[in-house]
């Protein structure tokens, strides 16, 4: 006779109700992928013989349908960018042998808790490549900043920790900005140089009129620590502001990065910076539809040398 499991299915050895139960289980396992974009680290993969590819275009190919069959059945998956160089590093360090499948997946299952990876939602490999290879740069320039925050040290005058007292004051800075921006659709970016490479961090933000901007959580925090790297090395660099608002001009305002400041530039100086090309220093013609503002302060002297 046939019987009724706790589903509700109906079933005489109870095996497909228990495999049933394994697949709505597996959907809510999420999944990594982690996927070799650079033609170079494919190259370095392939000189593993229980690598299974020979050809990136092939193996591209798999990955993106690999990807929509997960999606297909409900998965959460994120994507990642495999480094050969990292891969090798963490097997070193682990004493795993690199040539065996098992070592690719505890790897990958690491990168599934960085946070360089991203959420897959139906793109093509073709399109997801850029989207990562962006998600990576930004979570090395994160990374990077963090280290020159926390090897700042303390001011000598009143031993507060400096790198803590440029993020606060970096936070603050960019609410002010976004807040006296008004209503519209806010494109902010700041670029600091430093001893190793140039930080440069981007966000946008949304003011709807009821005077509450909306920001992404990740990406204002790389914004406000690259700041905050600015203001604690005391050097030079550079914000700017662009500000769109429906049936009006663009507005585009700036700011200077002095001895631990930001420092409002004048519409003249804005447009100066606006209109000239950054490599070859040629002037370059203003924008249609463009208005060239001061920048308005935003940013009180910090007690810090």
Known sequence: MPRSNDTGTRTTTG??????RRRTLRREVPSTVGLLADPGDFAAMRGYRSFAFDDHRDYLDHVDRLLRSLAAQGIHTTVALFDAVEYADYCADRGLDPDTPGA???FTAALGGATGGLP???QSVDELVPLLVDAAVR???????????????RCADCGEDIGTAS???AAEALRYLVDRAGPGHHHLVCSVPAPEEQLVAVLHADTGPGGRPRVDGRDGLDFVTVLAAGLALGGPGGLVLRSTTEGDRDRVHGWRLDRGRLVPLSAAAVFNAYCTDADTGEPVGPEPGVEYCPGYEVDEPGPHH
């Open 15 to 20: 095996r497909p109700a228990r495999t049933g």
């Open 104 to 106: 690719r997946t505890r």
């Open 120 to 122: 897959y939602a139906g």
């Open 139 to 153: 979570q090395a320039t994160w990374e990077y900043a963090s280290t020159l925050l926390a090897e700042v040290g």
């Open 167 to 169: 993020f606060e004051r």
